[in-house]
């Protein structure tokens, strides 16, 4: 009777061989799904590209009017309008989506910090609780918030009149905003990052952190230049993370950023937070009653197609973060 | 910071069980380990109840003696307990800079105890608390603000534990952190390669700074974070068994470094292994549960001790 | 041997270099630092009060019981307008389904990336599938089964009218759903199982049984803790999901089953959820009664609650069961 679990001589026998068999084509059939989705997504989505070229990115009239008119040529097979410029999308996009990772990214760092070390017990014992409900309430009900509670206050109090009359012969400023979607999107994605950046930080080792203090380092400059210094990896993997998530947000920007194809100016000064804008995520939701006009589809598959690959993009970006770390023994 | 737990202490299990076989032993019975009085040969060591000092002793030191000893700090009648267990009672004694003190005793005797109350790092833990006065240069620690006094008094651990940064970052990190401004590397260049150099570890590294510490062998790395302790410019260094997890290439290298350093620095070092206080040690301080049983000179320690534990456990009856 | 002892009170030689003392211990920007963290950590617990407090202060002003078991309506005014029964039950039915679907497939791909794993390849190319997929926007996975329901070999799954496959059903959403929640549960066994000591499968192996017994009958009870946690988290995700349900349940406000038999019937028909009917009824919907909202928002936050709480006390529980390995 010999033990072969070390020797790897070919298949376990009987029922082991089967439950691996059956398991294995499982695995293959989802992993053969989640292909075919980047498959099929771009192959509906081509037309769109194919017609604008490469101007699809770029700017040149007003995207809600293409849309419209996208929309209402489906009827005639012959004569669907596929011209589409979304560069309006996609800079509010970056805007949002940029602003929130950044603005999640510093307060998440403070806080986790914050709840590893320096929080006395009960301020630690109440975080704990408060990050995962943040992390598990829909998106739909921050949506709802924002609605009611931000976007109002942001037109009433923040907003003066001679701000609005400013821009008002491009754009209306009526609270649905850049500034309410980068709050309301930091605060979705905030959880996520503490989250791993918490985990991250408890994995340092010990020793290293009370080396430092034995030198004569005090506990904050230890934690950051010695602990978050260390949990580099983890900070890297919970932003990529929690950037993607804030990238493929629709529902609750769709409520709070605005109805509009806008491109932010930021030459108009300060203002420009508070002008409305629709990303990418949103102007799919915004649409999809649209759905059964082939040219609007080929279009919105488009827009969904440049989020996936943004998000395929930002994964590859941590990975690549996180090779020059290897070097001094922060292995991933 | 405070963690909740006492740090945990690793303890190597060879080498004490060595210490039973160097007994300079003529006698062929078990008993004779047990009390000094039933060994057959009257030792020549001048020890009136027959007490022979172990082989070790009978070799030449091999360092010249201290020449000159400053007071730096002053433990009184120390006490630490960990949730209401006494780690150590009552200890007091002197810790001169020009002279290497060393803390020996057998595991859980409270040696480390002692050494971390020295720098304060006691605190670090929850359920440590301690009564008593230790003072640096005339002035009580407790006055004294934890990070500040670390400066002053600083420590290498059992495990080397340097930075995951190149070792240059690793010696700089000292001096950047402490400096009011953040020094240019120009200026650091100097600073870090005189505290290379202290350490015994400069003519290894010097050509490539940048290398990662990690990736620096065990002793290399130690003699590192005897660098990096350097670098602050301490008035009392503590060792926490420094070489306990080195090989003894490595041990002997850095011994040698202690005895080096001894007269710039205060040194206490925690030892389990008796040989190595013995090589390196000025005076020895002997705990036994937390207790201090006895204090003298290496050589009066070894050769002719005072008390029964002391001699029972120097000579190997008990590790 | 003689040494000279020299008293404090000759003040010890300078060091080379000295520097300055304890004020610079703690600098300035380091004390700013901590009163920011500090500031931060406060912020946090009082914006999640406020939103918890208005939502239920909210809730609890515009929800009747009659809500939950009446159907929406349409209607002028609010009190016209009905409640959300339909939605609530459709809740519960599409978490069941979708969960239903995600919870076997993650402890199978689990099982298979930890006891199996052959070949190496495949196994990392399943491990960067899932790590994809938890990267996914549930928009994408929404668009995706627009494409994938609509297809014609599907079409028993949704309605059928004049040849053309609807594509919206519960089928539909469930599934995706399922897809949504599938990395969460995927990674939380694999931890699981991955935390048992290698020793108990040998000690299971020695004994003559085989690995797919092991599996069943040591390795996935002791990971039970795990395997509960990942789907609460996958569940909470499913709940809180709107694209998805807009996109693939069609967006009526009462469940419209389509064909006869009576279940089935449901299922392949349309629907909303609370979460849809959140968003239609939000100032910004087409609905726009805002009472409505706040009401199914309120049920809804009872829910992710009464979740929360299910994942704490199961992590509690999963703590005291531990391997000594």
Redesign the interface.
Known sequence: MD?D?LIDDGP?????Q???RT??A???V??G?????FV??FH?AWPSFAHNGLHWFGTGGSVDNQIDAIYTSGDNAARAIYTFHAWPLIWSTILITGGAAIVAFV?SL??A???V???PDW?RA??Q??????A??????Y???G???LVPFINNDLISEHAKASVTPIITLDGYSLLAAVVILA?MI?PLMIAIFVNGLRAV??????????????????????GV??ARPALIAGT??AT??G?????ML??ISG?VGFAPNPADGLVFIYEPSRPL?AA??AN?DQ?TSPPMRHT??AM?AV??FS??L??FAGWAAKQPLI????VS | MEFVTPPPVRRLTGAEGDIGRLNGSGNGNGSGHRNGNGNGNGSGNGNGDGHRAPAFVSARRPVAPATIAIDRMQVEDLSVDYARKRAVNSVSLPIRQGEVLALIGPSGCGKTTLLRSLNRLTELTKTASSEGQITLDGVDIATIEPTALRRRVTMVFQQPNPFPMSVFDNVAYVLREQASRRPKKRVLQGDVEEALARAGLLDEVRDDLDHAALRLSGGQQQRLCIARALAAHPEVLLLDEPCSALDPQSTKVIEELIVKLRKDVAIVIVTHNLQQAFRVADYVAFMYLGEMVEYASAAHLFSAPREQRTKDYVSGAFG | MSTTRAFAAASPPPAAGQRNESSASWRLIDRIGLAFAWFLGLLFCAVTAAMVLYLFVQGIKYLRPSMLVTNPKAGFNESHTGGFFDPLLDTVVISIMSMGLAIPIGIAIAVWLSEFGRPSALARVVESTIEMLAGTPSILLALFGTLLFEAPWLGFLSRTSGGVVFGRSFFAAAAMLALLALPLVVASVREGLQAIPSHVREASYAVGKTKSTTTRRVLLPAARPSVLTGSMLGLGRVIADTAIILLLLGNTLTNDGSGSIPILSMLRGTGSTLTSYIFYNAPTGDGDQPGKAYAAAFVLLLIVLALNVGVDLVGRRGKDLRWSS
Request: hydrophobic letters at 60%; a neutral charge; charged letters at 15%.
């Open positions: 033990d679990s376990p026998p009987g029922p082991d089967r439950a691996e398991l294995g499982l695995v293959c989802v992993v799904l989640v292909l075919a989705m099929f997504v509906e307060c403070f806080v910090v914050f709840i070390e320096f929080a301020l109440a975080l609780p408060v990050v995962r409900l943040l598990m309430v829909p998106s739909v009900v949506g709802l918030l609605v009611v509670v605060l905030s080792p010990r020793g290293w952190l009370e080396g430092s203090l034995a030198l004569g380092v005090n506990p904050w400059r230890t934690m950051w230049k010695v210094r260390t990529v993370i993607a998530r990238l493929g947000e629709a529902v769709e409520m109805s995520a799919i939701i999809i759905l919105l598959y969904g989020l996936l998000a395929a930002l994964s070097r001094y023994g922060l």
